[in-house]
């Protein structure tokens, strides 16, 4: 099948990709505006593939959406395209709203039009894919409670609560008009090529420059760590073999305390590249808390387990240590990052 995936030179994006074009045979259409947090360095070991392709596009920009549409004739769309950075939702709203909820409603106009205009078994494999998160749900009081697909949104956050906008536009397309709808709510995801303002890659990157690890308030917040690769396993097994109409939710059942990543990181680096005095543990700086920062997050992934037969296949601790050391292996493409040479590819410059 051909899979127009939406956000594509993003952190979960560029996993999807790298997934589809390395372990299957289906194609790929990368429709990416490439901001900030896009970066196409994420996709050099695929990007030669006569099975990948990219589209310079922005969601909110109907008429361009429609040409790719018309353009690839893409059997499934999986939607990953949003602002997704808590801090810079706060500070400037605005853009949630436009990408998250306009951007959302565009696809899912075009997704319509072309749906309309297909025949047969292409018809019926159609899907639209909204790959969402946990932080449409709020947070959680307790220690035993978890997130199930039932519970009710109560978005703490201007991201969050433009994605959850986003979710119930979604849904609604599929009651009213018919559109073949799945969603699917994550939590945190963490691995490589992640976007350097993140708490698991800050803290790698700054620790390795001597920079103090800021965590807010006393780093008890609580979230569930999905590793990236397992999470586009699970997202490629929903939008393929998923219900229409259904929603899934994805987890790692790794939940952790902010402070306890922290220092874990630091662990590794310990063992790994030693510091010529004293422990990484050592930088961690305790700064004013968040507004409105969530306690609590926690998946109950069982629906996905039983109904699709998924299960990540990294613990915490693998995962993590995975992690860490494709940031040792891989200056060139944070280094990239933080000093900005990456966005050359924004301009359409050679990299």
């Not at 999986?78 to 602002?83: G, I, Q």
Request: with cysteine; glycine share 8%; charged share 25%.
């Amino acid at each position: 099948m051909k899979f127009l995936v939406t956000g594509g030179a993003g952190f979960i994006g560029s996993a999807v990709i790298r997934h589809l074009i390395q372990n299957t045979d289906h194609e790929v259409v990368n429709l990416d505006k490439l901001t900030y947090a896009g970066n196409l360095q994420s996709l050099k070991e695929v990007e030669d593939s006569p099975r990948y392709a990219f589209e310079k596009v922005d969601i909110c920009d109907g008429p361009e959406v429609r040409r790719v549409f018309e353009t690839h004739k893409p059997d499934v769309v999986m939607h990953l395209a949003a602002e997704s950075h808590v801090d810079r939702s706060i500070d400037g709203p605005g853009e949630f709203i436009q990408t998250n909820i306009f951007g959302t409603y565009t696809m899912l106009e075009e997704a319509r039009r072309y749906y309309k205009s297909l025949e047969g078994e292409k018809k019926a494999r159609f899907r639209f894919h909204h790959i969402s998160t946990d932080e449409v749900y709020g947070d959680l009081e307790g220690t035993d409670d978890l997130f199930t697909e039932e519970t009710c949104y109560a978005p703490s956050s201007p991201y969050s609560a433009s994605k959850a906008g986003s979710d119930h536009l979604v849904r609604a397309w599929q009651r009213t008009y018919g559109l073949p709808t799945i969603v699917t709510n994550c939590s945190n995801n963490y691995g490589p090529y992640h976007f350097p303002e993140k708490l698991i890659p800050l803290m790698i990157l700054n620790a390795l420059e001597g920079k103090p690890l800021p965590v807010y308030g006393k780093g008890n917040q609580i979230r569930d760590w999905l590793y990236v690769e397992d999470h586009a396993r699970a997202l490629v097994l929903v939008v393929t073999e998923g219900k229409v109409g259904e929603t899934y939710n994805i987890g790692g059942h790794n939940e952790k305390q902010n402070i306890e990543v922290v220092k874990k990181i630091c662990e590794i680096l310990d063992a790994k590249v030693p510091r010529e005095e004293g422990s990484y543990a050592d930088l961690i700086t305790f700064v004013p808390d968040r507004p409105g920062h969530d306690v609590r997050y926690a998946i109950d992934a069982s629906k996905i387990q039983r109904e699709l037969g998924w299960t990540p296949q990294e613990t915490f601790e693998t995962g993590l240590e995975k992690t860490v050391q494709w940031y040792l292996d891989n200056e060139w493409w944070w280094r990239a990052v933080l000093d900005g040479s990456y966005q050359r590819q924004r301009l359409g410059q050679n990299i």
